[in-house]
């Protein structure tokens, strides 16, 4: 069974930019059956769809995050990862990193994988 | 796609069944899901396609719908299903994948 774990600062500065690294274990992230992506809960519990990566780097972002936002892909380390700029205190979190299997083709569908989360406060 | 889940909180004896809904503010396909999330944990897949049960599910958990209407049935409540469920639509594409605000269930 594909694993994930997020690592990353758990404090993120005002203005500055929020990185999150996940790792996958126990499977490829190159096996080219699936999208991996970020979701974020925010205190209030709400969920939030951050984006989708493919292992070509194909990207997918949410409108409301796109012109922040950045996932990327690295295959030697099997590893994909996270950037949010400009971030505020709206965007403190607890962020997974999830697996999307595609289940209806070449588009997001559900989330069958999640990391463990990680939570990330912004504050000065 | 806006989600609107009810009610907010539901409160269930154990052995009795519960129904939870999920409106969506627009028709869907069968692209819909549900995950379950208990505390201090990541939510779990429990069914895809509006109606299938992910691996490892068990059969009292049940999903339907269509439309703008999802339902997600619960029979014989046990102990463990205490928790906040979700649903997700992934009928829109290209983005957004959202999420509704959730139903906490808990053992009345």
């Known amino acids: 069974q594909v694993q994930l774990e997020e690592s990353g600062p758990g404090l993120v500065k005002p203005s500055q930019t929020l990185s999150l690294t996940c790792t996958v274990s126990?499977?490829?992230?190159?096996?080219?059956?699936?999208?991996w992506g970020w979701i974020r809960q925010h205190p209030d519990k709400g969920l939030e769809w951050i984006g989708h990566?493919?292992?070509?780097?194909?990207?997918y972002y949410n409108p409301s995050l796109e012109s922040r936002v950045s996932l990327s892909v690295d295959k030697s380390k099997n590893q994909f990862s996270l950037r949010l700029s400009s971030v505020t205190a709206a965007d403190t979190a607890v962020y997974y990193c999830?697996?999307?299997?595609?289940?209806?083709?070449?588009?997001?569908?559900?989330?069958?994988?999640w990391g463990q989360g990680t939570k990330v406060t912004v504050s000065s | 796609i806006i989600l609107t889940q009810s009610p907010a909180t539901l409160s269930v004896s154990l052995g009795e069944s519960a129904t939870l809904s999920c409106r969506a503010s627009?028709?869907?396909?069968?692209?819909f899901a549900w995950y379950q999330q208990k505390p201090g944990q990541a939510p779990r897949l429990l069914i895809y396609?509006?109606?299938t049960r992910a691996t490892g599910i068990p059969a009292r958990f049940s999903g339907s719908g269509s439309g703008t209407e999802f339902t997600l049935s619960i029979s014989s409540l046990q102990s463990e299903d205490s928790a906040i469920y979700f649903c997700?639509?992934?009928?829109?594409?290209?983005?957004?994948?959202?999420f509704g605000g959730g139903t906490k269930v808990q053992i009345k």
């Open positions: 126990r499977g490829s992230i190159d096996n080219g059956a699936s999208y």
């Open positions: 999830v697996r999307d299997p595609a289940l209806v083709g070449a588009r997001g569908s559900a989330f069958d994988i």
């Open positions: 627009q028709s869907l396909d069968s692209g």
């Open positions: 990566v493919y292992h070509t780097g194909l990207t």
């Open positions: 396609g509006t109606s």
């Open positions: 997700q639509q992934y009928n829109n594409w290209p983005p957004p994948l959202t």
